[in-house]
């Protein structure tokens, strides 16, 4: 939603006013929008223009190497013949004007209309049309422009500054628009400023495939997919209407329509870089932001422009806007840095013992209910973080333990102690956060402590690895009881284990009695206020509500405790008084 504003009414002229003093340095406002500062020699002059909403488009690309000038109009409206008219004028350099902007009926009318004027008065005026958008008609000239705006405004400046004559400017413009091709889908409509609801709405789960960016809905709603699947879709729709030519060298925007975060667009962007390969499309410069928005639209959209030699020089021409900028100097003399896999581990794996051998297996299969456990309740966990933090708990959870389990399955020796030390090292680096660095290391911790090198293993070795863990997650998180942390059930898990253990309970009810604890421990903690983390500036706000490291903790423990022998179904359930290495497979 836009919601700065003042009067609504008076957006675009108010929004340009603040860009223009921004910019004083290097363009200036004129009637009708903004022009470019001159440089020393006369050029043929590139006036871009539209409605207003899509920044940088259109006046964020005045400056050396691009537009000479900009036309705002309001809001996605046209801006009049005279507002065009006017910035034509004072763009004119003496070397004629070149009108270029998207094919919208308002837009060719009123521009077309500023050309005759223009002409009429001795400028040598000409128009190339953008039409790059494929989802909006078979037909090339019926289409209209979108992102594709970009690629042929800046083959028309990047010539223009070379000192051209118009009419190759205008070849090299059209050239442009003759090689791209955009494809598009929204994921939710923009608001106006102002209004209380946005142009549009895309149904829930749905994207609108074929978006405009004037406001306009796709021109069919599809179930969301993933990226992957995202990325086939506008390739595909693209290739579906490529271009007749050989060449093989595309520019590539993968373009934001306003709320799309830049994060989502570098994803999507590693999911089209192999479909292009697969298609023998090398990229050129690739270009991954905002540069033609709608406002606060939610969607995204993919440019090819199909280069020969001329046009890829002028896609990789330096340029200089308050928008987007481009200097190739500044990398040319870059070269890669020598660096070494900081995660590779050339350490070899001790050889175990015989009981360390059985033990791995069990191990491996608890790690593996842990994830399963994780995948189960991260949604749940995600919306109790969220209460008072940023939500991320389930999402982070599942992220580490999945890093974990990899890094097991890719070990090919050693006992449960090396195991577990990939696994804690494979959590702490994939997950991130808080939790993450705690699993990990508290992981790490319990591996050391059990050692490879152990003849048996009973059930105080697992009271040991516990310990460790516990000890690692205290020393790094510097937590106590009642700050409302993992801590709050980790501490009364250890304690009642340790206690069940020394009075000689097998490990399995040991284990589970001490689970029970930890759950009822985490769901009390829903009566705290937090002292440690995110959640600590809205301790008021996270009362009534456990925490999500205690929560996750406990349903881990739980799932864990239903492995060992002596709970239902469980091997060994009926004799739960063999010391652990017998009771996980190992010779005693």
């Known amino acids: 939603m836009t919601t700065v504003f003042n009067d609504p009414g008076e957006f675009a002229d108010d929004q340009l006013a603040g860009f223009a003093a921004l910019y004083s340095d290097r363009l200036q406002v004129v009637p009708g929008g903004v022009v470019s500062h001159r440089g020393p020699d006369p050029i043929v002059a590139v006036v871009v223009g539209g409605g207003s909403g899509h920044y940088p488009a259109f006046a964020g690309l005045v400056g050396p190497g691009f537009a000479s000038g900009a036309v705002v109009g309001n809001i996605f409206t046209s801006p009049s013949a005279a507002q065009v008219y006017s910035v034509a004028k004072a763009a004119d350099q003496g070397r004629g004007v070149v009108l270029t902007f998207g094919n919208y009926a308002g837009d060719v009318m009123n521009f077309g209309i500023a050309a005759e004027r223009l002409r009429r008065e001795g400028i040598d005026t ?16 019926q289409r209209r422009g979108i992102a594709g705006d970009f690629t042929v405004f800046k083959a028309l400046g990047a010539t223009a500054a070379t000192g051209a004559d118009i ?73 579906d209407a490529r271009p007749d030519t050989d060449a093989s060298r595309v520019a590539v925007i993968v373009n934001g329509l306003g709320s799309t975060k830049y994060e989502e667009l570098f994803l999507l962007w590693n999911e089209v870089r192999p479909l292009l390969d697969d298609h023998g499309l090398t990229p050129v410069d690739v270009e991954v932001g905002e540069l033609v928005t709608s406002l606060d639209m939610g969607g995204c959209s993919l440019t090819l422009m199909w280069l020969d030699d001329e046009l890829e020089s002028t896609w990789r021409a330096d340029a200089y806007t308050p928008g987007y900028r481009k200097q190739t100097g500044a990398i040319a003399q870059l070269r890669p840095a020598a660096v070494t896999d900081a995660a590779a581990d050339d350490e070899a794996a001790p050889t175990p013992t015989a009981a360390a051998s059985a033990l791995v297996s069990p191990v491996v299969d608890g790690l593996r209910e842990l994830q399963r456990t994780l995948h189960a309740h991260e949604e749940e966990l995600g919306r109790i973080d969220a209460v008072a933090g940023d939500g991320d708990h389930g999402r982070g959870m599942v992220k580490g333990v999945d890093a974990a389990v990899a890094a097991v399955d890719a070990v090919a020796a050693g006992g449960p102690a090396w195991r577990l030390r990939a696994a804690g090292r494979a959590w702490a680096a ?61 501490l009364p898990f250890r304690q009642t284990l340790a206690e069940l253990v ?39 706000k996270s009362v009534g509500t456990p925490d999500a490291g205690a929560t996750s903790f406990a349903l881990i423990v739980e799932a864990i405790g239903g492995l060992l022998p002596g709970s239902p179904g469980s091997p060994g359930a009926s004799d739960d008084t063999t010391p652990l290495t017998q009771q996980e497979g190992t010779a005693p």
Not at 130 to 140: F, G, L
Request: charged share 25%; with cysteine; net charge negative.
């Open 126 to 141: 000409r128009i190339v049309l953008v039409t790059d958008d494929v989802a909006s008609a078979t037909i090339e000239e």
């Open 167 to 239: 009419d190759e400017v205008e070849r090299v413009g059209r050239a442009a628009n003759a090689a791209t091709r955009t494809f598009g889908v929204a994921f939710s409509g923009c608001t106006m400023p102002g209004a209380h609801e946005p142009l549009f709405t895309v149904p829930d789960r749905h994207m609108g495939v074929g978006l405009g960016i004037h406001g306009e809905p796709g021109i069919r709603d599809a179930p969301l997919v993933p990226a992957g699947e995202l990325a086939r879709l506008l390739v595909e729709g693209i290739l």
């Open 430 to 490: 994939k997950s991130g956060g808080t939790s993450g660095v705690l699993w990990g290391a508290g992981l790490e911790a319990a591996g050391a402590s059990l050692t490879d090198a152990r003849e048996a293993y009973g059930p105080d070795a697992a009271v040991d690895a516990v310990t460790a863990y516990a000890d690692a997650i205290l020393e790094l998180g510097r937590a106590e009881l009642g700050d409302k942390t993992l801590v709050d059930a980790l």
């Open 502 to 540: 020394a009075d000689g309970r097998p490990l399995g009810e040991a284990w589970r009695s001490a689970a029970s604890v930890a759950t009822s421990a985490a769901e009390s903690s829903a009566q705290l206020r937090p002292k440690k983390g995110r959640a600590r500036p809205l301790a008021e």
